[in-house]
């Protein structure tokens, strides 16, 4: 089973990396990373680097294809490589996946158009201006699309996706396995759980704020 995982410049690394932990553990997987070039490619902090080791041409035909988010998802908002390659292989693809923001960018693609779909909480709304039915939830499955809201959410979209494609046992293999089982200090982690004030920074702070650049 060939996964592939697109990375391109200012990635967010957990929007990659948690999938990748979970899908790799599918009997027979093979990860490729991709991008427009290959070699190092940053993620935003720009101090942890992943290696495309295939470029957008070399990976024709994966059976899983993993769009990350991060702030780099906003050069990837118009028709160009990336989007040629997204439309190209999810012709084929037994699934079209994304976290966080990543779902923008396969929506800006034409892939999402009327489907339901979810993104991080600060940017879900931008969804339905790219054609899509933006969903509150922290994974939505709509036929063969499988996409996250933000960042830790990956996980949580891997682990449904391996259920769907080997079974709920392997699944749960893998959840303990990896040991995933989140209990934060701190009941903050969705918009309507955390303190206004905390929200309202966030929301002001945010690339995808009235005249932001997301």
């Known amino acids: ?18 999938p990748y932990e979970v899908l790799s553990r599918l009997p027979g997987a093979e990860v490729i990373f991709v991008g427009e070039r290959t070699g190092p490619v940053r993620d935003q902090a720009g101090s942890l680097h992943l290696v495309a080791r295939a470029g957008l041409g070399e990976v024709t035909d994966p059976d899983i294809v993993l769009v990350p988010g ?46 339901r779909a979810t993104s991080h909480w600060l940017a879900r709304d931008r969804l339905a201006e790219l054609g ?29 996706l391996v259920g769907r494609v080997a079974g709920d046992e392997l699944a749960r293999r893998i959840q303990l396995g990896v040991e995933y089982d989140p209990r934060p200090d701190h009941d903050a982690g969705a918009p309507d759980r955390a303190p206004a004030e905390v929200v309202d920074e966030l929301r002001a702070r945010s ?8």
């Open 132 to 160: 899509a039915c933006p969903v509150g939830e922290r994974v939505v499955v709509d036929g063969k699309y499988v996409t996250a809201a933000g960042v830790s959410a990956g996980i949580d979209m891997a682990l449904t």
């Open 207 to 214: 690339r995808f704020a009235p005249g932001g650049q997301g």
């Open 70 to 115: 991060g702030p780099g998802q906003a050069a990837h908002m118009s028709d160009g490589p990336v989007h040629r390659w997204l439309r190209a292989v999810d012709e084929t693809s037994g699934w079209t996946t994304s976290v966080c923001t990543g779902s923008l960018v396969l929506a800006a693609a034409g892939l999402l158009s009327g489907r």
């Open 1 to 18: 089973m060939r996964i592939a995982v697109l990375l391109f410049d200012r990635f967010t690394a957990l929007d990659a990396v948690g």
